[in-house]
């Protein structure tokens, strides 16, 4: 049973429509992202669910209600800002307390709420201390504190580790991601890291533009994306793309050679849906899938070599002058100016 449904969902400021029939489903439980590149729409969206902005048209329903003529404290929904938005001069105790207070819950349930979320977080040694003398990670501790005590049907996380330096957004990550599965609470979760989306979502909902592109698993959309747009923006280094026809067909129309920019390719999957129209395409193949071989058809000339310890990058141009990267989770004695020939399996090129 979805806990939240977005049903035809749009949203404009003026004449300007910045979220556009979006349909979708949120299972009670389930750790969803909304990813997209900036003014995609993401937050907008987040803010139409937690009430903070009203809908254009369409529907929104939590746990069963349509929530569409609630204020954000009826809907059930916890939110955490990118701000930490904590009262400067009240304890992390009372931070975390303040809302049930304005909600005249008894004193001993606040307190026992409390600590339990403070457990939780192991903070337990934190609750006397004001913001002021709280690290970064701390204070975003102390935020998803206070919206664990509220005990909602829904958490919303507006981008709540862009603050952090990125050891900190590496820890704060691990850490939300065990608390969901804790308190196995429904959350939606808005980021524009795609890494952050692809270690912590059951289910990826990619945004372009207010459009939602594609809906699945995270694996799912990086092995099998719709779209070029969805290719691109999944994964690091980004996929390759390079221009080129379409040659011969099998399979119904589903499967394709293509020929371009010194690549033959046959049995190229076509991940754009339905059958081939027009004899111009692009290849796409991530700088992961590309293999060193010196009988290879892919050429390119190494501009830039980036050695990260655990990965090296090789940054390449075609004789077309396509721009490609090559990566490696082993070291590589490869360098600029240098001629290099791959090849790669076709099963793990898409054909756009």
């Given amino acids: 049973m979805a806990q939240v449904e977005l049903r035809n969902v749009n949203k404009a400021f003026g004449k300007t429509e910045v979220i556009r029939s979006v349909d979708l489903e949120i299972s009670k439980g389930e750790f969803v992202v909304f990813v997209g590149p900036s003014g995609c729409g993401k937050s907008t969206l987040l803010r139409l669910i937690a009430g903070l902005e009203s809908l254009t048209s369409g529907e929104i329903v939590i746990a069963d209600r349509a929530v569409m003529d609630l204020p954000p404290s009826k809907r059930g929904i916890a939110m955490v800002f990118q701000s930490y938005a904590l009262y400067p001069h009240m304890s992390v105790f009372h931070n975390m307390a303040f809302s049930l207070e304005l909600q005249g819950v008894s004193k001993l349930e606040i307190k026992d709420r409390v600590e339990a979320a403070a457990k939780i977080l192991q903070m337990e040694h934190l609750l006397d201390r004001r913001p002021a003398a709280l690290s970064g990670g701390q204070r975003q501790r102390v935020a998803i504190g206070r919206a664990i005590v509220r005990n909602p049907d829904v958490f919303l996380f507006d981008e709540p580790l862009s603050n952090l330096d990125a050891a900190l957004r590496h820890d704060t990550r691990v850490e939300i991601a065990k608390l969901h599965s804790q308190l196995d609470a429904t959350t939606i979760?808005?980021?524009?890291?795609?890494?952050?989306?692809?270690?912590?979502?059951?289910?990826?909902?990619?945004?372009?533009?207010?459009?939602?592109?594609?809906?699945?698993?995270?694996?799912?959309?990086?092995?099998?994306?719709?779209?070029?747009?969805?290719?691109?923006?999944?994964?690091?280094?980004?996929?390759?793309?390079?221009?080129?026809?379409?040659?011969?067909?099998?399979?119904?129309?589903?499967?394709?050679?293509?020929?371009?920019?010194?690549?033959?390719?046959?049995?190229?999957?076509?991940?754009?849906?339905?059958?081939?129209?027009?004899?111009?395409?692009?290849?796409?193949?991530?700088?992961?899938?590309?293999?060193?071989?010196?009988?290879?058809?892919?050429?390119?000339?190494?501009?830039?070599?980036?050695?990260?310890?655990?990965?090296?990058?090789?940054?390449?141009?075609?004789?077309?002058?396509?721009?490609?990267?090559?990566?490696?989770?082993?070291?590589?004695?490869?360098?600029?100016?240098?001629?290099?020939?791959?090849?790669?399996?076709?099963?793990?090129?898409?054909?756009?």
């Fill in 189 to 352: 979760y808005v980021t524009h890291d795609q890494v952050e989306a692809m270690t912590l979502a059951d289910k990826i909902v990619v945004l372009k533009e207010g459009e939602v592109m594609q809906v699945g698993a995270p694996m799912d959309l990086f092995n099998k994306p719709a779209n070029e747009f969805v290719a691109s923006f999944l994964g690091s280094p980004q996929m390759n793309f390079f221009d080129g026809k379409v040659t011969e067909l099998d399979d119904g129309g589903t499967k394709a050679g293509f020929s371009g920019d010194g690549l033959d390719a046959s049995g190229v999957r076509l991940v754009s849906r339905g059958k081939v129209i027009g004899d111009t395409a692009r290849l796409g193949i991530r700088p992961q899938h590309l293999e060193l071989n010196a009988n290879g058809k892919l050429v390119g000339r190494v501009t830039l070599v980036e050695r990260l310890g655990t990965e090296t990058i090789v940054e390449l141009m075609s004789a077309n002058e396509t721009l490609f990267r090559f990566a490696s989770g082993e070291a590589t004695d490869l360098a600029v100016g240098d001629e290099v020939r791959f090849s790669f399996d076709s099963v793990r090129a898409h054909l756009f």
